[in-house]
């Protein structure tokens, strides 16, 4: 069984609805969930926040966070999924934000940096990836950063 398809039925056998706030996967996330037969029950949005003022305007952030540590830190994905949450009414939720990469963000951190956020509004979980890759770089911190964030759900559900 994959991972997307242990997320939905563990939802399901749950009665929960998930959403997600996605930057550098961008939407990788949701693509794998709705990819499967029945994720309907289970899934409510996405929210592909690519820029800054999509983070601010749609999800929350604040633009004091966002100029402090940047859109790539933990305090980032926080409020995107806070925001989410918020946003969505959903049970469940996961944020992401990084550097996919191969080329930086012009700030001074690294490629194949990535934060995760899942929250079920009274835990929420945070995780630091410092990806590493030869080739394909991007593609393979998009789906490096999908497989943690399923996890993460798995986790926070309880399954």
Avoid: H, W
């Avoid at 194949?112 to 630091?128: F, H, M, N, P, Q």
């Amino acid at each position: 069984m994959t991972l997307e398809e242990m997320t939905v039925e563990a939802l399901k056998r749950k009665n929960l609805v998930m959403a997600c706030a996605e930057s550098c996967t961008g939407g990788l996330i949701a693509k794998r969930i709705t990819d499967i037969s029945g994720s309907s029950a289970v899934f409510n949005c996405g929210i592909v926040s690519y820029s800054n003022g999509i983070k601010e305007k749609l999800l929350g952030v604040r633009e004091e966070t966002l100029r402090k540590f940047g859109a790539v830190s933990e305090q980032t994905v926080r409020e995107m999924v806070s925001g989410v949450l918020s946003a969505s009414g959903a049970d469940v939720a996961v944020a992401v934000s990084g550097i996919a990469g191969p080329l930086s963000d012009n700030t001074d951190k690294p490629v194949g940096l990535i934060y995760i956020a899942v929250s079920d509004g009274e835990e929420t979980r945070v995780k630091r990836l410092n990806n590493i890759f030869d080739t394909d770089i991007r593609n393979c911190n998009r789906i490096s950063a999908s497989d943690e964030a399923l996890k993460m759900i798995l986790e926070i559900v309880g399954d």
